[in-house]
């Protein structure tokens, strides 16, 4: 079992940066592939990014490749987003997710099983 917490969230103009952090609770956080998701408003939500165990292994959505990074400090159980160039369009909720069962989890959020509560993302043009 692990609880997620996601903070960072807020009001950013076109072009500027945030940083999104998800600390986990529990002793195990190392062995969960870890990932970020988003949902818009009228939309489904959608990956994000992910990264593996010891996040070797990252992989990104197409939309946000080159902008976004995603990456974890196992000694404080946190996984990071951070996002620069941010545009209007990744206006969402953005929810961070483990998956206990694999060593990398991919793009399918069926294949994860805690989600947080979400952090809103706001970028204004």
């Known amino acids: 079992q692990v609880q997620l917490v996601e903070s960072g969230g807020g009001l950013v103009q076109a072009g500027g940066s945030l940083r999104l952090a998800c600390a986990a609770s529990?002793?195990?956080?190392?062995?969960?592939?870890m990932g970020w998701f988003r949902q818009a408003p009228g939309k489904e939500r959608e990956f994000v990014a992910t990264?593996?165990?010891?996040?070797?292994?990252?992989d990104y959505a197409d939309s946000v490749k080159g902008r976004f990074t995603i990456s974890r400090d196992n000694a404080k159980n946190t996984v990071y987003l951070q996002m620069n160039s941010l545009k209007p369009e990744d206006t969402a909720v953005y929810y961070c997710?483990?998956?206990?069962?694999?060593?990398?989890?991919?793009?399918?959020?069926?294949?994860?099983?805690?989600w947080g509560q979400g952090t809103q993302v706001t970028v204004s043009s």
């Open positions: 990264i593996s165990w010891s996040g070797s292994s990252t």
């Open positions: 529990g002793r195990t956080f190392s062995r969960y592939a």
């Open positions: 997710a483990a998956d206990g069962s694999r060593i990398y989890s991919g793009r399918y959020s069926a294949n994860y099983d805690y």
